[in-house]
T-cell receptor, first 115, second 108 residues
Framework: EAGVTQSPTHLIKTRGQQATLRCSPI?????VYWYQQALGLGLQFLLW???????NRGNFPPRFSGRQFPNYSSELNVNALELEDSALYLC??????????????FGDGTRLSIL | KNEVEQSPQNLTAQEGEFITINCSYS?????LHWLQQHPGGGIVSLFM???GKKKHGRLIATINIQEKHSSLHITASHPRDSAVYIC??????????FGTGTSLTVIP
């Protein structure tokens, strides 16, 4: 069974640009989570998608957005990039998670560097 | 005050030692997760538990819902156990709160 795959592995951008990160969940998983792990900081919850809809988002500005496609893959978009957006962005997937926690499976992350 | 607090932040152990990592939380939960993060960033979910105790190989996780406390134990530690261990707690709307992690180094 293929795991959660994220692309690209590394992404280098400059301030003000826009970044798009992609995540493919494990087959059969309909929930996708996005997390940010900035250097020296812990993991922070960004977004939760389930069955194509955004179910919840963490305390991040609106320039962090995303979507989930009919095949349950997901994109995270970050507009107007700032230096502090430099971080490891992790995607996780699980079976449908509404009302009942499911184990999450993590991808290897996309390391976003803002110059 | 953080919603999830872990201790210790850093831990160095000799190979074979018994290790305990603690997690206290203040948010309401349905299940608590223990995660392992290796250098380079990859994360593996070790346990998800809502009561009692779970065991997987040399790893044991316990939780006390009334005291809002969980522990992760590693028996007969090995250098390959060296990693960052993270406690994660879901709150309403599956908003996850994370501990800052415990960095474990096991010396041969």
């Amino acid at each position: 069974e293929a795991g959660v795959t994220q692309s690209p592995t590394h992404l280098i951008k400059t301030r003000g640009q826009q970044a798009t990160l992609r995540c493919s969940p494990i087959s059969g998983h309909t929930s996708v989570y996005w997390y940010q792990q900035a250097l020296g900081l812990g993991l922070q919850f960004l977004l939760w998608y389930d069955e194509g809809e955004e179910r919840n988002r963490g305390n991040f500005p609106p320039r962090f957005s995303g979507r989930q496609f009919p095949n349950y893959s997901s994109e995270l978009n970050v507009n107007a990039l700032e230096l502090e957006d430099s971080a490891l962005y992790l995607c996780a997937s699980s079976r449908s998670d509404r009302g009942r926690n499911q184990p999450q499976h993590f991808g290897d992350g996309t390391r976003l560097s803002i110059l | 005050k953080n919603e999830v607090e872990q201790s210790p932040q850093n831990l160095t152990a000799q190979e074979g030692e018994f290790i305990t990592i603690n997690c206290s939380y203040s948010v309401g939960i349905s299940a608590l997760h223990w995660l392992q993060q290796h250098p380079g960033g990859g994360i593996v979910s070790l346990f998800m538990l809502s009561s009692g105790k779970k065991k997987h190989g040399r790893l044991i996780a316990t939780i006390n819902i009334q005291e809002k406390h969980s522990s992760l134990h590693i028996t007969a530690s090995h250098p390959r156990d060296s990693a960052v261990y993270i406690c994660a707690v879901p709150s309403w709307g599956n908003q996850f709160y994370f501990g800052t992690g415990t960095s474990l180094t096991v010396i041969p």
